[in-house]
């Protein structure tokens, strides 16, 4: 039996958390289309006859702006102690620049093998695809690097057999069934938050926290927190519309963690300045 532990790094929104879903089969970290969307360590665990591979979804690289970012940059600073190799993620549909090279420059001297993985590859032409594998191949030595898309799973079962070889003998870490590390109230906010994040735009989807209060048989209740009265009245909606379809989005993939139908209720709260709050962010396992 092979297992151990392989940390996600890369900028925000190269894909990491799909690239972690992609390979766990089945989906542990939530995703949107903006930047800093994940802000805890995730494990996504990969079960096989012979292997157990747990990938440490991260927060992407960051220069910090408040206690929030400040705690997500630590999570990542302190999750490679321990890990028997890398998972660098770039994406394929932008430059590789200064960002990238700084991530490098950390993941090259932690003395493991660096996999790099060239993402969003899916509908690119090949050619470009060859130029930005050349300008990833001079990040750093790498161990290996496999252009994919986390999207389409194209490439993905050749990431997944090159990670596994890179790790030890040793025993399953975690029971065969378990895919994550969340505690099931966190897995339900981050799945009201990922809704909230998909329905809105610019700053606000920094200034929304979500907090799941009661889970109870049947019933959820969960605060969506905001930073000012102006964001909650986006959040909330004409007449309750937008808090109302951020529950109807979610609920049907809470009814699916959890097995059977809930009731759900969201309620918007404002906190301000949650995101400096160490208390709050405490409380919300930040
Ligand atoms: N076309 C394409 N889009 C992708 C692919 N992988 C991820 N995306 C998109 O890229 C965006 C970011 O994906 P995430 O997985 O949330 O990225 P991340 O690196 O975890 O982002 P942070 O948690 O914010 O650091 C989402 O809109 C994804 O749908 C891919 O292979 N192809
Ligand atoms: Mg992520």
Known sequence: MKSGFVAVAGRPNVGKSTLTNAIAGGKVAIVSDKPQTTRHKIFGIANGDDYQLVLLDLPGFQRPLDALTERMQRTVDTSFEDVEGVLFALSARERIGAGDRYIASRVFSLGVPVVIALNKV?????????????????????????????????????????????????????????????????????????????????????????????????????????????????????????????????????????????????????????????????????
């Open 122 to 286: 899916d509908r690119l032409k090949p050619g470009h695809i060859a130029t930005q594998m050349a300008t990833a191949a001079k990040l750093g030595p790498f161990h290996a690097l496999h252009p994919v898309s986390g999207k389409t799973s194209d490439g993905i079962p050749e990431l997944k057999q090159e990670l596994v070889s890179l790790l030890p003998e040793g025993p399953p870490y975690f029971p065969q069934e378990q895919r994550t590390n969340l505690p099931l109230k966190l897995q339900i906010a981050e799945l009201v938050r990922e809704k909230a994040l998909e329905l809105t735009r610019e700053e606000l989807p920094h200034a929304i926290s979500v907090e799941v209060d009661e889970l109870a048989d049947r019933v959820v209740r969960a605060n969506v927190l905001v930073e000012t009265d102006s964001q909650k009245q986006i959040v909330v909606g004409k007449g309750g519309s937008m808090i109302k379809q951020i529950g109807t989005r979610a609920r049907p993939e809470i009814e699916a963690l959890l097995g059977h139908p809930v009731f759900l209720e969201l309620q918007v709260k404002v906190r301000p300045h949650w995101r400096r709050d160490d208390t709050i962010l405490q409380r919300l396992g930040v």
